[in-house]
């Protein structure tokens, strides 16, 4: 170098501000750390104690919308015709027939956060949670939404971008990498788990939530309300479950079936009233 100058060190990276370290397979272990930490701190800092999970099917739409939906095919179909539109139909009227689940779960949602603020000074003593996505999720947001309180939604990273929906409040909208520790910050919280019909990963979560309860992981009593007696009883048979020995009937009584929002209110008041009890001295479970 001229005048025996040496150029400038370049100032290297902090490990924790390198985000091509951190999207890396060896910061694997960092990323599942944090998503522990960070929900836990937020929920923590929202004073959130107990949860009410809804799980169901994120391609359930409101009534107004699927009624929408119909007029649009039957539309098309005064216009045209062929076996697409009628396929088309018969897709429509099933999901009108479903939006019922929608509507309901908004009801439910709206009952249980409108008790959860009477009988306690906390506001958010017991707070409605769902997967953050549209269908059913989005019901059980908007009826917390609707009562006037506020409600978590634990967003998940998917190849299709699942977004999250509008009635979240915002400080409690989060969003997951891993299934997994989304599964945890479901089940640590949760006092009760309502399941309405849904596919592949509404029967996923409710299986994980009964395994944990099944083999005493859980480390409190669970709630499991499965809605919608018709649909779920025609989807698994836990008769033959039973009659075939691969559960018990103990293990059977872990859930219960209800068909309207009210049913379902009136045994979770019941029970959660009594199991959290009703003064503000409460056990924080992320202690």
Known sequence: MENGNKPDAQMPQLAYRNLRFLESADARALRIVSEYFDPQARLRKAGVQHTVVFFGSARVLSRE???????????????????????????????????????????????????????????RFLMVCSGGGPGIMEAANRGASEAGGRSIGLNIKLPTEQKPNPYISSELSMLFRYFFMRKLWFAQPAQAL??????????????????????????????ILLYGSKFWKRVINFGWLLEAETISREELKLIRFVDSPQQAFEILKDDLGRRLGLGPIIKHPFV
Do not use: C
């Open 65 to 123: 919308a699927a009624i929408q939906n119909l007029r649009e095919v039957e539309l098309r179909i005064k216009e045209g015709s062929g076996a697409t539109l009628q396929a088309d139909l018969k897709r429509a009227r099933m999901g009108v027939h479903m939006a019922r689940y929608y509507e309901e779960a908004r009801e439910l949602s709206r009952l249980i956060t409108v008790w959860a603020m009477k009988v306690n000074k906390s506001p």
């Open 194 to 223: 309502i399941v309405f019909p849904g596919g592949f990963g509404t029967m996923d979560e409710m299986f994980e939530f009964l395994t944990l309860i099944q083999t005493h992981k859980m480390g409190h009593r669970v709630n």
